[in-house]
């Protein structure tokens, strides 16, 4: 750790006792003159004229008025301590809305709500008017909003650069059980949270040439002689402590042409050639690339990387450290953090502008470089680590190329000084592939050039070591290491469970939102019968609320007083939606086929959420079948009700709140060694769900800390897929052996779910029967046994609920603070700032 600190490590405070000077505390009434004053000034409407748009506009401003002064005061003493402060850069956040979050962060929710109603507004309404920023896909990216979140909290310096996409994740519809996208158009209507600073452009060269020349001393260079250039424009966003009276910033780049348009041409009268420059330089950050773990080949994404990382890197250097900051130091000051391998041509970007623009030698350089960076991999998929081919990375970097290819013969050279003679060893490690074309490996960039390179959970972080990076480990063992994953308490329970919050702070107080480990306290309650009433309680509540959500948002309706049962994450055929299918269409044949009694049946909602990338063609039809497998279960009489179905289209952070806390039963069940963690799992588990799930990812960590008797276990452990793996898998025997999940395949085959077309679904069911990549058909028995085990065990009302006790209370490891934590001592070494 560098430097002592002073204070507590990470001391909660009330906003007033921390408000800037000057700033009164707030009242009711204070807060509605300012949030009249908001409705006239800035939206200029009456309070009686205004839309709910306008009301909303004028509260988000209010709240964002308020914040701005912890802003300025968290900035104004990190220029005077500079203090060491991670960089996140990632090329997603996915953030949820921001209003909610922002109210409990500086506490005034009820304040807000009260001067709300004072003026004739339910603030309910107010913030269902806010569009969700969905600038990510899934898992990676909300990690990202919930660590920027933990380190506002624990008053950790941090800047999370990312990019900002005019079209955000695409709007998920359905059209008859088939997935159709719509552009996100979250700007529409405005976006109160950003500050947009064109005056602080960044200019970004790309494609050229490169060019030596002998510089004023006689020493050869090389420089980059781009063709064309676009500019980056900040736009800020502010990133609160929870109660602390930090204000942290996220700051997303837009891509702008360098010249609005061209006189010359525009004076010639061709409108058209002027205006094209413009867009085609908008283009790059138009649209976040709707693919979660596979990559995207494509050359924009290319450009979306490097223009991020590059303004980024500019940004700190020239605006936050200064012309006059030594950058052999610049270890001293920043940590760059890459999340998963979309920022890392960030590393050929630092050494081009330390050897090229700031006149160090490579090697001053490379010793900075090695230690700015750290690594973090999200995935364990081969197809779904990045590459990028060599002429696409030469035509559009070509002065990075060249600055990889030397990192690359550098480091060849240390790999054979620790492997003497070892050539096969020599083209697996290098950084640039051969096969089937020339191309750069981007985690093994990273990797060379990361101080640290750390997996998701533990299990991941084993499989990467082990299976992922074998000879990278081999001759750099201290270079890796594990953090799990985690979540934030604040938006996951304390904002989305307000019930069970506030069940919980009158059990234990309310130190546990930002000390989780805290919900220990909570373990003697589950033993407490009137605890555990009232907790049943809230889990009602929380249903009655998503009935209601889920009937106005889609006009669907759940069973009552049934079990929820949960399933929602990407579409992936690893993460085996299929298996959950499988499940539901075997109690429905075997009920239809008058072998099961649904009288015998615990009565069950599943509840689907799951966006499919739209060129993942299996992932789609996939879509398809459980919303035909939906509609024709849902309709069928002779169910009598006992199983529902629903799949709300459009899953977001928003769904996900309301979704979870409701939730009896949370489905992980991914092949084991597919998921590298998962947090799905642990926002589950927090809030009182129990989980059915595989020994994967994260899973693995869960079950130790809730127990076995917590825990409905299943399936095949990684190395037993493994094995199988190696002995030669074969579907078609599980097939032909069970009578059961035959009865089911063969039932969606016959064209039962798609009005007696066996086309429709056919690849589905050839795909499993012949090939079932992620084995769902091995682990098929395994996971109806256990289905059972979870039938019998909701039965038992009084204990089901001491296990859903028990899980929140075990809970606390999984907070996104502690992960923090994690990184701060094993990778970071950051101190909090004041
Ligand atoms: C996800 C992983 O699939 C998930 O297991 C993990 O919890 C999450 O990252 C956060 O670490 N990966 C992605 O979302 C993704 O797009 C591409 O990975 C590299």
């Known amino acids: 750790h560098a430097g002592p600190h002073v204070g507590p490590m990470f001391p909660p405070t009330h906003p007033v006792a921390n408000a800037p000077v000057g700033t009164p505390p707030p009242t009711v009434d204070g807060f509605v003159r300012e949030f009249l004053h908001e409705l006239t000034s800035n939206q200029g409407v009456s309070l009686e004229r205004s839309?709910?748009?306008?009301?909303?506009?004028?509260?988000?401003?209010?709240?964002?008025?308020?914040?701005?002064?912890?802003?300025?005061?968290?900035?104004?003493?990190?220029?005077?301590?500079?203090?060491?402060?991670?960089?996140?850069?990632?090329?997603?956040?996915?953030?949820?809305?921001?209003?909610?979050?922002?109210?409990?962060?500086?506490?005034?929710?009820?304040?807000?709500?009260?001067?709300?109603?004072?003026?004739?507004?339910?603030?309910?309404?107010?913030?269902?008017?806010?569009?969700?920023?969905?600038?990510?896909?899934?898992?990676?990216?909300?990690?990202?909003?919930?660590?920027?979140?933990?380190?506002?909290?624990?008053?950790?310096?941090?800047?999370?650069?990312?990019?900002?996409?005019?079209?955000?994740?695409?709007?998920?519809?359905?059209?008859?059980?088939?997935?159709?996208?719509?552009?996100?158009?979250?700007?529409?209507?405005?976006?109160?949270?950003?500050?947009?600073?064109?005056?602080?452009?960044?200019?970004?060269?790309?494609?050229?040439?490169?060019?030596?020349?002998?510089?004023?001393?006689?020493?050869?260079?090389?420089?980059?002689?781009?063709?064309?250039?676009?500019?980056?424009?900040?736009?800020?966003?502010?990133?609160?402590?929870?109660?602390?009276?930090?204000?942290?910033?996220?700051?997303?780049?837009?891509?702008?042409?360098?010249?609005?348009?061209?006189?010359?041409?525009?004076?010639?009268?061709?409108?058209?050639?002027?205006?094209?420059?413009?867009?085609?330089?908008?283009?790059?950050?138009?649209?976040?690339?709707?693919?979660?773990?596979?990559?995207?080949?494509?050359?924009?994404?290319?450009?979306?990387?490097?223009?991020?990382?590059?303004?980024?890197?500019?940004?700190?250097?020239?605006?936050?450290?200064?012309?006059?900051?030594?950058?052999?130091?610049?270890?001293?000051?920043?940590?760059?953090?890459?999340?998963?391998?979309?920022?890392?041509?960030?590393?050929?970007?630092?050494?081009?502008?330390?050897?090229?623009?700031?006149?160090?030698?490579?090697?001053?350089?490379?010793?900075?470089?090695?230690?700015?960076?750290?690594?973090?991999?999200?995935?364990?998929?081969?197809?779904?680590?990045?590459?990028w081919p060599v002429d696409l990375l030469g035509r559009l970097l070509p002065r990075h190329l060249e600055i990889i290819y030397r990192i690359n013969e550098e480091f060849l050279d240390e790999v054979r000084e620790a492997f003497p003679g070892d050539e096969m060893r020599i083209r697996r490690m290098s950084i640039v592939a051969e096969h089937p074309a020339r191309a750069v490996r981007m985690a093994y960039l990273a990797t060379v050039a990361g101080c640290k390179v750390n997996g998701v959970a533990e299990l991941h972080s084993q499989l990467l070591r082990d299976k992922v990076l074998p000879d990278f480990s081999q001759l750099w063992p201290e270079k890796f290491t594990n953090v799990t994953n985690g979540v934030t308490p604040r938006r996951f329970l304390r904002l989305a469970n307000r019930g069970l919050s506030e069940l919980i702070s009158s059990a234990i107080g309310t130190g546990w939102v930002t000390d989780l480990e805290r919900l220990r306290e909570l373990e003697p309650y589950a033993e407490d019968a009137e605890f555990r009433s009232a907790f049943r309680d809230v889990k009602t509540r929380n249903k009655a609320k998503l009935n209601e959500v889920l009937i106005a948002r889609d006009g669907i309706e759940l069973g009552q007083d049934h079990m929820l049962d949960v399933m929602v994450k990407r579409l992936h055929e690893y993460k085996r939606q299929t298996l959950k299918l499988l499940h539901i269409v075997t109690l429905y044949n075997e009920i239809i086929s008058g072998r099961l009694d649904p009288k015998t049946v615990t009565p069950r909602n599943f509840v689907f959420g799951a966006k499919a990338a739209p060129g993942y063609l299996m992932a789609k039809q996939i879509i398809h079948l459980i919303n035909a497998v939906g509609s024709t279960v849902n309709a069928d009489e002779r169910v009598g009700g006992v199983l529902k179905i629903a799949f709300p289209p459009n899953y977001n952070v928003t769904l996900a709140e309301k979704l979870i806390p409701a939730a009896d039963l949370s489905e992980q069940i991914s092949l084991a060694g597919m998921e590298a963690s998962g947090t799905g799992n642990m926002k589950f588990q927090m809030n009182g769900a129990l989980t059915i799930g595989t020994d994967d990812g994260a899973n693995v960590e869960i079950r130790r800390l809730v127990g076995d008797e917590n825990f409905f276990l299943f399936g095949m452990s990684e190395p037993e897929v493994a094995e199988l793996q190696a002995k030669g898998y074969d579907p078609g025997t599980y097939y032909e052996s069970d009578r059961r999940l035959r009865g089911a395949i063969d039932l969606i085959g016959s064209g039962h779910f798609s009005g007696g077309d066996r086309g429709t679904f056919g690849s589905i069911v050839t795909n499993l029967v012949t090939v079932d990549r992620f084995m769902a058909l091995a682990d098929y028995a395994s996971y109806m046994d256990a289905q059972e085990r979870v039938e019998k065990a909701y039965a038992d009302t009084e204990e089901w609920t001491r296990s859903a006790v028990l899980n929140v209370a075990r809970s606390g490891y999984f907070s996104s603070d502690r992960s923090m934590r994690d990184y701060i001592q094993r990778i970071w070494g950051t101190p909090p700032a004041f």
């Open 51 to 387: 839309t709910v748009n306008d009301q909303y506009l004028a509260l988000a401003q209010t709240v964002r008025n308020y914040l701005s002064a912890r802003w300025i005061e968290t900035q104004k003493k990190q220029r005077t301590t500079r203090p060491k402060g991670v960089a996140y850069l990632s090329a997603e956040y996915l953030l949820g809305r921001q209003l909610g979050n922002n109210l409990l962060a500086t506490g005034l929710i009820d304040i807000a709500e009260e001067a709300m109603k004072q003026c004739g507004l339910d603030i309910a309404v107010l913030r269902a008017q806010e569009v969700e920023p969905g600038l990510g896909n899934g898992g990676l990216g909300r990690l990202a909003a919930c660590f920027v979140d933990s380190l506002a909290t624990m008053n950790v310096p941090c800047i999370g650069y990312g990019l900002r996409y005019e079209y955000g994740i695409f709007r998920q519809t359905f059209v008859d059980g088939q997935q159709v996208e719509q552009p996100d158009t979250w700007l529409a209507l405005g976006c109160p949270w950003e500050f947009a600073h064109p005056e602080h452009a960044i200019q970004i060269d790309f494609g050229g040439t490169i060019e030596t020349y002998v510089d004023a001393d006689g020493v050869e260079r090389t420089r980059w002689v781009p063709e064309w250039n676009v500019l980056g424009i900040p736009y800020n966003y502010m990133v609160p402590g929870y109660l602390n009276g930090r204000v942290n910033t996220l700051r997303l780049w837009s891509a702008e042409a360098t010249k609005a348009f061209d006189l010359a041409i525009f004076n010639s009268g061709d409108y058209a050639q002027a205006v094209r420059a413009q867009t085609f330089a908008e283009n790059i950050t138009k649209v976040l690339y709707p693919e979660d773990s596979t990559p995207q080949g494509k050359e924009l994404r290319l450009q979306q990387q490097y223009f991020f990382v590059a303004c980024s890197l500019r940004d700190y250097i020239e605006r936050v450290l200064g012309p006059e900051f030594d950058l052999h130091e610049l270890d001293s000051r920043i940590i760059f953090q890459l999340n998963d391998t979309h920022p890392v041509i960030a590393v050929p970007e630092l050494m081009r502008i330390l050897v090229d623009l700031k006149g160090f030698d490579w090697d001053e350089a490379w010793a900075v470089t090695k230690k700015c960076f750290a690594y973090t991999c999200h995935t364990l998929l081969p197809e779904a680590l990045e590459v």
